[in-house]
């Protein structure tokens, strides 16, 4: 997996520029693979926990599921170190600024998982003050479902987004698909009975 | 209503003889030395049963443990719309009082206690995000629990649920853009 370069590089045929050209592919595919290999292996988390999804994420950090198997335990309380997103738990709309914040200043390129029910649709806090879905605002890579997902589900999304490394960790991340912004307005209207209360 | 009320009502009501304060207790108890009192005072007589009730020694309730709204809308029975409801307690005497203030719309309004009790500042804020209750004379009358933008007051129970698009109200972010 990996081996086959992404995109078309110009190629010239001719006998003079043979072996530069054949010499460019070859280190830009030990880049790519090196790189991506590199890259993969130490996702540095960015760990945005505001609800229980968070203690799920701590146990996976800690040593029964160990997230340090798949070389993202270096969990950093900055952005600027990051590169993977874990959005753990519902957001409210107050946090989102943070949140939007926290993401534009993380260096690409970027990652992020939405974990749980919460982050990515909303769960159950279907009100007016919950986003519902990060998606909505964030470029979101992995949606991990679950209420909470247990560790193994994170550890799941964790190598999900290893295989997004993988094979287009040299693309900017401008260049990857974008979130899916669906809306859902809302339809309940509150019956006011004639006389009550005025 | 029990026949027995509480020194702190008579004296209340010695003191203020024209407002009715319509005492009930909370909850009818058999015991009647355990039963919690309630008392009704008017808006415009809030402030002044509010500084005696503090100042007075008799009364001294150092402390205002609590500050509620209440949306009356399709509530059986109920004749104003909004009601706030102030938990009061004294430390030193070891009694408890609840006060409560009935407005309506338009333009609900109620005097703030700040001046009184200083920790009424956050619990008055609320009061006003999640009811548009307002209060005069608040030091920093603004929204603690919504955002700034945000112009419903959530917790009457004419709002919506799912709220009026608020929520959706906001800038995105793209690949392109961040």
Known sequence: MGLTPVGSMPYQESKEEFLTTKLSHLIDLTRKIGVNWSRKNSLWPMPFATACCGIELMATGASRYDIARFGAEVMRFTPRQCDLMICAGRVAIKTMPVLQRIYMQMAEPKWVISMGACASTGGVFDTYAVVQGVDQFLPVDVYVPGCPPRPETLLEGVMAIQRIVENEGLIHSKERERGMGLVVQPTVQVKVEKGAGK | ?178
């Not at chain 2, 003191?15 to 919690?36: G, N, R, T, V, Y």
């Not at chain 2, 009356?72 to 409560?100: C, M, Q, T």
């Not at chain 2, 919504?146 to 698009?165: I, M, Q, V």
Request: some cysteine.
């Open chain 2, 1 to 178: 209503m029990s026949a027995k009320i509480t020194p702190i009502i008579e004296l209340l009501q010695k003191q203020f003889s024209d407002i009715d304060f319509a005492p009930a207790p909370l909850l009818e108890m058999k015991d009647k030395s355990a039963e919690q009192w309630c008392v009704h005072v008017q808006p415009s007589k809030l402030f002044a049963v509010m500084s005696f009730l503090r100042s007075d020694e008799r009364c001294s309730f150092e402390q205002l443990s609590d500050l509620a709204g209440v949306d009356y809308l399709n509530f059986p029975k109920a004749k104003d719309r909004y009601g706030i409801v102030y938990s009061l307690l004294s430390l030193s005497k070891e009694h408890r009082l609840w006060v409560k203030v009935f407005v309506n719309d338009p333009n609900p309004e109620v005097p703030s206690v700040v001046s009184i009790w200083y920790g009424a500042t956050w619990m008055e804020r609320e009061v006003w995000d999640m009811f548009g209750v307002r209060f005069s004379d608040h030091p920093d009358l603004r929204r603690i629990l919504t955002w700034e933008s945000f112009e419903a007051h959530p917790l009457r129970k004419d709002y919506p649920l799912t709220g009026r698009g608020e929520r959706e109200d906001f800038k995105v972010i793209t690949r392109d853009s961040a």
